[in-house]
């Protein structure tokens, strides 16, 4: 930053912050609001002068650049003033009531920050501008013409910080929070989120220099620049898919690492068309061709990201997913939440898309035209294939509101994204695994055919181990197959690079991670076993060949249920532990599996219900409610409270009726003030078996009864438990970690290619 | 032509076709009880528990119960899996299977409780085998 642009700085942010601190003292504003009143507002002085320097005053670039940095500032300072509140516990702000609370550790609390929506808008805002202040540093002709791009969305981010911030005051008076979700209370809530979001954000920066671009018609000069970004893009986003496989699959007991769930989907959209991006560009750099196809991708994925946005956060599909936020209505945004994200949409693809048609027809062909038998023309295939996917679960995942149009609106079941996926995997190994044994322009058939024989052999003994270890069906055995040729191609090839250097064998690296991957998920999810068994405590019973006893319940270090399973494995003996608590919150139980690592296997014990009674069991009733469990058909009428010296009984007022026979009951509950020590006498039902009062609500003058059922369950306690074998799990990983290097790497290549090129002399 | 646009051409042709087959086949409308009784193939359906009358047996993971909808139209319901534990909470089922005779048969269920503490937001729970 040289003494212009600090001046100029200065000259923004004192004036701002005398203002906005006289607002403060007032009470018309809090810290917090004043910190996105100054990130809105400079984003728009920001886009003012950056649209004045693009209409020829470059002046106006000092300006720019300046209220983008105060802009940075003021979402900086809107980031720790919600830390600041969420760690001070100032249940006076809604937000900190909503998502936290006295009782959560300091590490949940810094996770609250994107408990709710609105702070994670403050942290997209702030995630863009960051990667706006490292594309300033980016000397080129088209940096401020992308900034100004980048600049759009960030503007209607920052608005929602202005009209509906985490900085909003609660509508009572609060001593304490909710506390965040329970499913979402776990080591990973910490890191996962803010990847995800730091991936999702950064698909602005190819859009904005793509648009730049087309802007300046510089339809060449941007592909070096893009790369690394695009590549960061692909990295990063990467990194949020395997966090998110790896809490699904060890914290929240799916069995699974991916669920093809619109938040899931539509994470990998964008990544898909992403990815045939930055294969495009490197066609483009060695050979001239692919241009429009490469702004087109670039414009995509960002637009891709907005749309599932949209999809996820406005409520549309809270009837068909599980994952999706919840809709809310009460947004002070014109034309509510949804109507905001479907404007970010637009602006998008309005400016995107219509640059590209304005320039379409100047933008010059191909130099030359994608040699016939040639390595560019396999990628373009390879393309066209990650389209392809992404359309395919783009459609998916819009089913209900494309089925909308033209009758009742329809969702498609997940089978619906492996059917059409598993075709598209095998084009995908074999051109793989073809690819880059070509050179560029042109090969010789009969050179590649002689190349392509060590890994067609690897292929082929591949497929007769797995077709001997059981995978015999057409469509996975045939993708096992392809993703083999593709790991022998890419071993070699990869071998071959790192041999000429680091630079040469990176990217070949990622595509054995990917085979090796999906090799893993073909053996993991399709070819485990799985059984669902129902285990009464003490008594031993046989799952999948395993023995399984359930020890009992024990609450553990964290002062949460547990359920102890004693199995015998004839791998090993071992205890499974698996987390089983009753949460308040969401009112169900929150499990987290039991799972048995194994080189070849896992062994995964996820608890499903307890059935029966438990301390926390027991059915609530409403004053005047009529529940039926089995032939007995229970009301409750009320309570009868008596308050005595130091004690306060509860009469429960019950009529049951047993095949039409109707009885009067009337438990009571007992608490003695001085000790809290309770009693519940029992009330008898005439076929036998007993009702008591565990417990009441004063307030509602709701009851908490155990029915006979429960009673008796409550000695024997049975535990409903998910057992499975998941093989081969360990290659998921495995290629995931090999995969995520080789992105990474190849990232640092790239952004070493452009740091050379802006350290020649111009 | 040349053999990277018959690939092409061949590339999409086979994913349209699976693409289209695979929707229509695993498409479950979301649908009234009406044409819910006449419909084939599976459709989800949405609705309240229209009263309290219903037949919780834990140990067979059987359940059957009454879904209102938004009409006043009555359906029986029954469900053979896990049960979601906040079963009787739930202010919205909805259930996703096809009419057999004279109830719906739910191969998944999902349920929306209210959360104890805030009125509006929805917290749901999931049950069933996906």
Known sequence: MNRTALTTTLALVVPALLLGGGLVATGALNWGQLACWLAFISSLVAGFSWFAALLGRTEATTVARAAFRVQWLGLLGGAACLWWILFSHQFQYQYVHDYSSRDMPGYYVYAAFWGGQEGTFLLWALISTTLGLVLMRWRHALTDAALFFMNLPILLLTFVGVVRGPFMASKQVFTDGVGLNPLLQDWWMTIHPPVLFIGFSSFVVPFAIACAALLKRDYDGWVKPVLPWAVFSTAIQATGFIMGGVWAYKVLGWGGYWGWDPVENGSLIPWLSNIALVHGLLVQRVTGSLRRTNFFLAILSYVLVLYASFLTRSGVLADFSVHSFAANDDWKLPLGLGGFLIGLVTLAATVGFGLLLSRLREIPRASEALGAFSRESFMWLGQLVFMLMCALVAIGMSAPLITRLFGPPSNVQTSYYNLVNAPLAIAMGLLLGIAPLLRWRQHEPGAFLRAAVPSTVFALVGGVVVFWAGIRDPMPAAIVFAMCFALASNFMVTLRGFKAGWKHGAAYLGHMGASLMLIGVIASSGYGLDTQIQLPRGEARKALGYDLVFQGMQIDKDGKDHAIIAVNAPERKFTANAKFYWSEYNQGYMKKPHIERFWTHDIYISPLEMVGGRDEGGTWFEPGETKQTGNLKLTFQGFVPEVGEGRMKLTALLVADVGGHTVPLKPTFEVIMADGKRTSTPAYLPSGGTISILSGDPQTGRALLALPGEERAKESETLAVEVSTKPFINLVWLGAVVMLASAFLSMFRRVIDVRREQAKPA | ?130
């Open chain 2, 1 to 130: 032509m040349s053999a990277k646009v018959i690939a092409a051409v061949v590339l999409l042709a086979v994913a349209a076709t699976v693409g289209v087959s695979s929707f229509k086949r695993t498409m479950t409308p979301y649908i009234g009880f009406a044409e819910a009784r006449s419909a084939s193939g599976l459709v989800q359906v949405n609705g309240k528990l229209a009263d309290k009358d219903y037949i919780l047996r834990a140990e067979e993971q059987f359940l059957r119960f009454n879904l209102k909808d938004e009409h006043g139209d009555v359906m029986p319901v029954e469900y053979r899996g896990v049960i979601p534990g906040n079963f009787d909470q739930a202010v919205s089922v909805v259930a996703i299977g096809k009419f057999a005779g004279d109830h719906f048969e739910a191969e998944q269920l999902l349920v929306k409780c209210p959360s104890k503490y805030q009125a509006e937001a929805e917290n749901q729970a999931k049950a069933g085998k996906s």
